[in-house]
């Protein structure tokens, strides 16, 4: 083990134990570190970012709040990731969930097994919203300005055979939605696959869950979103798809 890191850390959460911050001659002796080692590792970690220097007292900077929400962005992530596992089985499909973020669509964590394998991505989801559920199923929760903006920089493509083939006929679609119903569509993202989605209330972010199967198996689809809209219902209060998404 090395020790100076082992020091440096100690000097941490030393610093991290007052939230008005303490001088080095307490941070030393709370880690049990002789002055001179204490004042060493404190530049150090001043000039790193990781503990400031205010009115003569140390405490905690940027770089560390930078760890601290990585963890805990790393932990929700494990969450999400985890109430997928669990629709996943419920519903025997994969699972995705993704939002609408700064003009462009996110996929946030997908759930899939051997048994319930998920679509491949060959083309990039972001552009190709118009031609797969789960970018219908956003672009319908946005206003008309924003869509706009996004067929400005995602134009409307055929992706295959049956995909919208333009703008207006989107425009259509997207406008006769309804919330109470699911989004789905048939081959026209990728071949030999239909897909269904379904909005998630997450403040004011568009979010939506979706499920994908093989067109053998399109006459399930239907149960299977329904299925998948009852575990959600049953599961909001647990799943954390609202937090820092």
Known sequence: MIGSVR????????????DGGAPAKQLAREAGLPLSTAYHLLRTLTHEGYLRR?????????????LVGGGLQQKRRGMILDSLARLRDAVGAPVYFAVYREGEIEVLGVSASEAAPACEEWADFRETAHAH????????QLDEKTR??????????AVTPYTVRDLRSLERRICSLERTRPVTERQEYALGTVC???????GDTAATLAISLPLHQEDRLLTAIDQ???EVDTLLNTLPLSISI
Do not use: K, N
């Open 7 to 18: 020091r440096a850390l100690r000097l941490l959460e030393a610093a991290g134990s007052h």
């Open 54 to 66: 205010e009115a003569g007292v140390f405490v905690l900077g940027a770089a560390a709040g930078r």
């Open 133 to 140: 559920a789960v970018g219908q199923c956003l672009l319908g």
């Open 148 to 157: 706009r903006d996004h067929y400005e920089r995602h134009p409307v493509e």
């Open 196 to 202: 269904a989605a379904i909005p998630v209330a997450t």
């Open 228 to 230: 998948l809209r009852i």
